[in-house]
Antibody, heavy 122, light 110 residues
């Protein structure tokens, strides 16, 4: 069974940092592109970042570029999101998501974690 | 990077059909056949319903169908059921090699 379990969320002050983790199991993690998607309370989904299967290629939404860094450890089957210079508008539930094998864009998701809440507030 | 445009809400009675639109530009929806649709129930993670404009993943009911014309994609749900009441989001691959979501549509089954 495919499982994605996020952790690392919490309350952080503006300007602070946080590192999210997503532990994957039930599939060959090292073969899958992975993404982070966030959802502010009561709002819609927003794509955050993508990393390819071996970690050599990444992309980011303009709103987080230069502040967030996506990475992965295939030996540990774990995806990360390092978030620096956090702002109030980064407050959201952060989901990790696996790319759907049959979609050729690499930007379509068949499995999502349960999400971890990040709150940026003083 | 502007969100794709979806109606805020749609409604329908059980058994009826509804259509949710998703309007973008030639740099996203109109430029690629990489539009997906997700269903999200309150407090739950999204579920993939349609990929590559009109393809259904295994296990998704054939009551759900997708299409695209120009810069606008559409999700149609036929034979509306109470369990279809949820938020629906479109997404599209973009010319910047990123992903753009729509603002979401709340479907109410009357």
């Amino acid at each position: 069974e495919v499982q994605l379990v996020e952790s690392g969320g919490g309350l952080v002050q503006p300007g602070g940092s946080l590192r999210l983790s997503c532990a994957a199991s039930g599939f060959t993690f090292s073969s899958s592109w992975m993404h982070w998607v966030r959802q502010a309370p009561g709002k819609g989904l927003v794509w955050v970042s993508r990393i390819n299967s071996d970690g050599s290629s990444t992309s980011y939404a303009d709103s987080v570029k230069g502040r967030f860094t996506i990475s992965r450890d295939n030996a540990k089957s774990t995806l990360y999101l390092q978030m620096n210079s956090l702002r109030a508008e980064d407050t959201a539930v952060y989901y990790c998501a696996r790319t759907y094998y049959y979609d050729r864009s690499g930007h379509c998701f068949d499995y999502w974690g349960q999400g971890t809440l990040v709150t940026v507030s003083s | 990077q502007s969100a794709l445009t979806q109606p805020a809400s749609v409604s329908g009675s059980p058994g009826q059909s509804i259509t949710i639109s998703c309007t973008g530009t030639s740099s996203d929806v109109g430029g690629y056949n990489y539009v997906s649709w997700y269903q999200q129930h309150p407090g739950k993670a999204p579920q993939l319903m349609i990929y590559e404009v009109s393809n259904r993943p295994s296990g998704i009911s054939n009551r759900f169908s997708g299409s695209k014309s120009g810069n606008t994609a559409s999700l149609t749900i036929s034979g509306l059921q109470a369990e279809d009441e949820a938020d629906y989001y479109c997404s599209s691959y973009t010319s910047s090699s990123t992903l753009q979501f729509g603002g979401g549509t709340k479907l109410t089954v009357l």
